[in-house]
């Protein structure tokens, strides 16, 4: 309850706060919601440590059970009703909605700053990618098939079919997915007129 997140520092310097993507640093009351008490005005993404990229439910790879068919996908301090399982990847709705926020701020009457925080999903577990991103290569195992429900939708991944999973293939496409969209990114800063005055910091833990 007492710890200050950077966005509490940076909305009291002044700045409009946002985050994007993965929040997992607690969510057991209300008041630890990022739009809540942590300093965010603006929140979109999802509260626990993984989810499905292409229903929001969540990933039994992290202590939940897919079958339970719960749903972590959140709006500022709400559910996000309506919007999982739209057979959209999850990250390009988080890379829209970064878009969207970049040019809400371009286009803002305030002098005020912006502070954003874009954590992605990718390329965390379950290996999941859009069936026309995933590259093929060779010396790959399929030791992952028993943990990831499907790769993309219409996946085969029915008793018997374990070796259609290409684990290594998988995340090394996850990893040049996820460059792709921080150039877009970068590249909507730069058309924005943004990217002079901004400072960008990527960082992996």
Known sequence: ENMTTIAVK????GYHT?????????????????TVGRGFDTFYGYLNGANDYW???????????????????????QPAYGQNNSGVYEEYLFQQRVNELLVDES??????PFFLIYTPHLV??????????????DD???????????????FNNTQGNAANYRCRSIE?????????IVGNITQTLQDLDL???????????
Not at 107 to 112: I, M, R
Not at 140 to 154: H, I, K
């Open 10 to 13: 940076m909305k009291q310097g």
């Open 18 to 34: 946002h985050m994007v993507g993965k929040y997992d640093i607690g969510y057991e009351s209300y008041q630890k919601l990022p």
């Open 55 to 77: 229903t929001e439910a969540m990933n039994n790879d992290c202590y939940f059970d897919y079958h339970l068919n719960l749903v972590d996908f959140w709006s500022d301090g």
């Open 107 to 112: 286009n803002s009457d305030s002098d005020a």
């Open 124 to 137: 965390h577990s379950p290996l999941q990618i859009p069936k026309e991103e995933l590259m093929l290569f």
């Open 140 to 154: 790959d195992e399929s030791t992952c098939a028993d943990r990831d429900s499907q790769v993309y939708p219409g």
């Open 172 to 180: 090394e496409s996850m990893v040049t997915l996820l460059d792709k």
């Open 195 to 205: 990217w002079d005055n901004t400072l960008v910091i990527f960082s992996s833990d």
